[in-house]
């Protein structure tokens, strides 16, 4: 089957991770006889600064009429894109896996969480305004059907992942009792539905700690979008940092894949930017492909970019981040080059 891919390179570092991830999806192409074919499309910063804005008819329409999407980082605009794209595609599970790497400075060496984040609702829906010169004002808005998908969503990875079988639902509900306490409410009558996972439940601030201090004993972790955001970025320093960290904008009938680091515009140029947020993005990508097509291909072709980035970086063929000299078009050359010398 032929994929198209809407391709959008983003700001800053964002060209240069593009580059380097699809040097890797060529070389899978190859060894699997897979047909990807990849649609470039403009969004962010430098595309409102030529056209005036961040977020053209064109790209929009070009994702539309394409199977998935690949995003590079968006500088400043992102509210005007990535958040603008989750509501229009209706993207309403952010998924973002924490996951120790050999050689990469992890806190702990089994580390292997997923977080599943609400992305369609509460304090980012944006409804803010002013009381006066002295007041101000953002609702959240929480709703039980956006609580139920979300839940729904991380019970079924916890099923599919069959590792420890635990989803955590983190909320602060002893304090917002009334939008905290619908989301807790729903994701207890959810874990009814799943008499195999274990279900338990923590205040987002004791959970923040427990990511420090025991990460390994997380499975997949259900939250809210806000506390989502900020748990996911605490939990991606874990394992090496932001570099090391992908995600995925996923809805009932469409996804984007995208690092979850901004452009990185004081490393613009410097070529030292660790490309395996954006790599890892493209696994997720092809899992996702392959899940919802039923093509065993885009499974493999996910196991295969996550082992040629493994081999990379046990051999230490890495960027200086992650201790090595490479730089990211060269680092993602080393990945190319042990995915094209797997065995499959």
């Given at each position: ?158 099923a599919r992942r069959n590792m420890k079988n635990r989803v955590t639902a983190v909320h602060k509900a002893n304090v917002m009792r009334v939008t905290c306490g619908l989301f807790a409410e729903v994701c207890r009558e ?78 613009v140029g410097k070529h030292t930017a660790n490309p395996c947020s954006m790599i890892l993005a493209s696994k997720m990508m092809m899992e996702w492909l392959g899940e919802k097509y039923d093509d065993q291909a885009c ?46």
């Open positions: 089957m032929k994929y198209k891919v809407a391709l959008i390179p983003g700001d800053g570092i964002g060209p240069e991770l593009t580059e380097t991830t699809l040097l890797v999806l060529d070389a899978v192409q190859k060894k699997l006889s897979l047909n990807l074919e990849f649609i470039e499309l403009e969004a962010g910063d430098a595309c409102f600064e030529r056209t005036g804005t961040a977020l053209p008819k064109e790209t929009v329409d070009g994702i539309r009429q394409s199977h998935v999407c690949l995003k590079g980082p968006v500088g400043e605009t992102a509210a005007d894109v990535i958040v603008k794209l989750r509501l229009m595609f209706d993207l309403y599970a952010n998924i973002r896996p924490i996951k120790s790497y050999p050689n990469a400075p992890s806190l702990k060496d089994d580390i292997d969480l997923v977080i599943v984040r609400e992305n369609t609702e509460d304090l980012y829906k944006g409804f803010e305004f002013k009381i006066g010169d002295d007041a101000a004002v953002g609702l959240r808005v929480i709703t039980r059907r956006g609580c139920e998908r979300i839940a729904r969503k991380a019970f079924e990875i916890a959810v874990a009814k539905e799943y008499p195999d996972i274990k279900f338990d439940e923590q205040y987002v601030d004791a959970a923040s700690m427990r990511l420090i201090k025991e990460p390994q004993n997380f499975d997949v972790i259900v939250t809210t979008n806000m506390f989502g955001d900020i748990i996911s970025d605490e939990a991606a320093q874990l394992v090496g940092g932001l570099g090391m960290a992908p995600g995925g904008n996923i809805g009932d009938r469409f996804a984007i894949f995208e690092p979850v680091h901004g452009s990185a515009p004081t490393r499974v493999k072709a996910a196991e295969i970019i996550e082992a040629g980035i493994i081999m990379a970086l046990r051999k230490k063929q890495v960027v200086p981040d992650l201790g090595g000299n490479l730089n990211t078009l060269e680092m993602g050359e080393a990945i190319r080059n042990e995915i094209t010398q797997l065995q499959v």
